[in-house]
C-alpha cells in the first residue's frame, strides 16, 4: 500500500485491501431463546495490569490502577451480574490471569465466559504472523489450564488487528471474534472472499464505557461524560436492539465502571433488561452458538 500517496493506487491495490476481510452472510436470527424479544451480551475486557504491560510500561502507579480493577472492580462486577443472574463474558489477557490465577476462580465459579484478549494486551497489528500465531494460541492453551475450560471466543487488544488476525482465529479453532465493527448484529466473516465460519460479535466505542469514561496521559484522553449520560447511551442503545429484536452489545472494564459512582450504570442497566421480561441474556459463546444454529 502506497501509505505516502493512497491516492495513487490502483484499483488491483486497494480492492483485496479491502476485501482481504469482509462481513459475510447476516447471522440475525429470526427467533431468540424462549421467546425472547432482543438479546443483551455483556462483555467485560479485564485488562488489570497489562493495560500498562501491554504498551510497554511499567510505572508503578499505572501498575496499581490496573491492579484496581482486579480488587476491586472485578468483584463489584461479579455482584451486580448475580444479583440480576446475568451470565456475560470476561475477556483477560493470559499475563493478566496469571499474575493472580486465584482471581479467576469466581468469574468462573459465577458462570460467566472466558475469552482470549492477547497474550500481554499487545497491539496486534504490530506483530508479524508467526509472532501473532504463538502468542494467539500460548494465550487459549495459558486460559484452558488455568480455567479449565479452551476459550470459544477470541477479542483482539484496542480491536487493532493484523492482516492475519482474523485468518488464525479460524485456523486456531476459535468459534467467534468480537473485535470489528461492520454491523449492528452477528455475521459471518469472510477471508479473501470465502466464508471463514467463524462469527462475527460486533463492537463500536459508542457502546466501550472507556471512550467516555477511561483516563489516560498517553495518549491524553479525560473522562468528559456523566456516567448518567453513559447509562443513557447505553439504555437507549438496548432499547432500539429492543424494538428491532435485534441484539444489544456492551463493552465494560472493570477498572472503568467498577468505581462506586459508575457500577450504578451497570446495575440499572440489569434493571431495566429484567424489568423487561422479554430479554435473553447471555455469554458471547452461547450467543454465537445460537446464531449459527438459527443461520
Known amino acids: ?8 493506487m490502483p484499483e488491483s491495490e486497494w480492492r483485496p485491501i479491502v476485501e482481504h476481510v ?6 440475525r436470527p429470526t427467533r431468540w431463546p424462549d421467546g425472547a424479544r432482543c438479546a443483551l451480551a455483556l462483555s467485560f475486557d479485564a485488562d488489570h ?4 504491560l501491554g504498551a510497554g ?4 502507579g499505572r501498575l496499581s490502577w490496573g491492579e484496581y480493577g482486579r480488587r476491586r472492580g472485578v468483584p463489584r462486577v461479579l455482584d451486580a451480574l448475580a444479583r440480576h443472574n446475568a451470565p456475560a463474558t470476561f475477556f483477560v489477557p493470559a499475563v493478566a490471569a496469571l499474575i493472580d490465577p486465584a482471581a479467576m476462580e469466581p468469574i468462573v465459579a459465577g458462570g460467566h465466559e472466558i475469552g482470549v484478549h492477547g497474550w500481554i494486551h499487545e497491539n496486534t497489528s504490530k506483530l508479524d504472523r508467526a509472532t501473532e500465531s504463538r502468542l494467539m494460541a500460548q494465550a487459549a492453551d495459558t486460559l484452558e489450564k488455568l480455567t479449565g475450560t479452551r476459550p470459544k ?9 493484523s492482516a492475519h488476525t482474523i485468518e488464525l482465529v479460524r485456523d486456531l479453532g476459535f468459534s467467534y471474534d468480537s473485535s470489528l465493527m461492520a454491523d449492528d448484529e452477528c455475521y459471518e466473516l469472510l477471508c479473501d472472499g470465502q466464508p471463514s465460519g467463524v462469527v462475527e460479535i460486533p463492537v ?14 498517553d495518549p491524553a484522553t479525560r473522562p468528559w461524560t456523566d456516567p448518567a449520560v453513559v447509562h443513557d447511551i447505553f439504555r437507549r442503545e438496548f432499547d432500539a436492539a429492543r424494538a428491532e429484536r435485534g441484539l444489544c452489545q456492551l463493552v465494560f472494564h472493570p477498572f472503568v465502571i467498577g468505581y462506586r459512582s ?3 450504570l451497570l446495575d440499572a442497566l440489569l434493571d431495566h433488561a429484567r424489568a423487561c ?4 441474556i447471555c455469554t458471547h459463546a452461547d450467543l454465537a452458538d445460537w446464531v449459527l444454529s438459527q443461520g
Open 1 to 8: 500500500m502506497n501509505r505516502e500517496q493512497p491516492w495513487e
Open 22 to 27: 469482509r462481513a459475510g452472510r447476516a447471522l
Open 49 to 52: 495490569e497489562t493495560f500498562e
Open 57 to 60: 510500561r511499567s510505572t508503578v
Open 153 to 161: 471466543g477470541h477479542r483482539a487488544a484496542h480491536w487493532d488487528l
Open 204 to 217: 463500536e466505542w459508542s457502546r466501550d464505557d472507556a471512550a467516555y469514561l477511561l483516563f489516560n496521559r
Open 262 to 264: 459508575r457500577i450504578w
Open 277 to 280: 421480561g422479554d430479554v435473553w
